[in-house]
């Protein structure tokens, strides 16, 4: 490129001197340039969709009727509740011979069920709050693997007289009735936000945590094995379920 090309370049917008426009007349490369940029100008300059006016007078309408958020843990509450009420629900009919059958040690029942109990409320403080808090997700881990190792070692050893695949059956669809409502409740309040897989994940161990709740309390059966795969297991994979369900569904907004 000659000296005079980059002079051109630099005079492109406005008139050219004399000898610049001499030069752009000659130079191939020029003379593409100037006749390109003239193309570019002589385009008709497309209108705005909506005027600046009219958003700012919907905007403002729109903050008239709704001028403040709704907090956030008016929903963790509606939540709760739904947890609250599956888990009194699930206890009471399935508890027709008794609220509490498991026939470990009342300090081991009391204690796991206290801790369900805490990761299904933190489950769903981390799903649902606006905030993201390092230490919770901690807490949470530990949480579940504390609930998953004294589910399964904590038992009474007490095998109940039936099928061992009829037993581990029984307490899994039972699992998963009990975890549907408050699944799908769980489900439209995280559609609410952007999709985060770790909020997600938490919310399906809350949600699932319900009827292993439920379970822990109501099933005799303290089995090692049938623990692992009628109560852990099926809630396990129920919090993978509702990470992947999550994925799947639309956001009704892209707050954090």
Request: aromatic share 6%.
């Amino acid at each position: 490129m000659k000296p005079e090309c980059a002079r051109v370049m630099d005079a492109l917008g406005g008139p050219l001197p004399p000898e610049l426009a001499t030069h752009a007349a000659s130079c191939e490369d020029c003379r593409a340039i100037t006749e390109g940029f003239g193309a570019l100008g002589a385009l008709p300059k497309v209108p705005p969709s909506e005027p600046p006016e009219h958003s700012r007078t919907q905007a403002l309408r729109e903050l008239a009727v709704q001028p403040r958020a709704a907090p956030w843990w008016r929903e963790l509450l509606v939540l709760l509740a739904v947890f609250g009420g599956v888990m009194v629900g699930g206890l009471f009919v399935l508890g027709r011979k008794g609220m509490v059958r498991n026939t470990a040690s009342p300090v081991i029942v009391a204690g796991l069920a206290l801790l369900i109990l805490a990761l299904v409320g933190g489950g769903a403080f981390i799903a649902l709050a606006p905030a993201r808090r390092r230490p919770a997700w901690g807490l949470m881990g530990v949480g579940a693997a504390g609930v998953t190792l004294f589910q399964i070692l904590g038992g009474s050893d007490y095998v109940v007289m039936r099928s061992f695949l009829t037993g581990v059956m029984g307490c899994l669809v039972t699992e998963v009735a009990l975890t549907v409502p408050p699944l799908v409740v769980t489900l439209v309040l995280l559609c609410r936000s952007v999709f985060q897989p770790l909020r997600a994940l938490a919310a399906g161990l809350a949600a699932a945590g319900v009827g292993l709740f439920v379970l822990h309390l109501h099933c005799s059966d303290g089995s090692a094995a049938h623990l692992a795969l009628g109560h852990v297991a099926p809630w396990l994979l129920l919090s993978v379920v509702t990470l992947l369900l999550r994925a799947r569904l639309p956001s009704r907004t892209y707050a954090p």
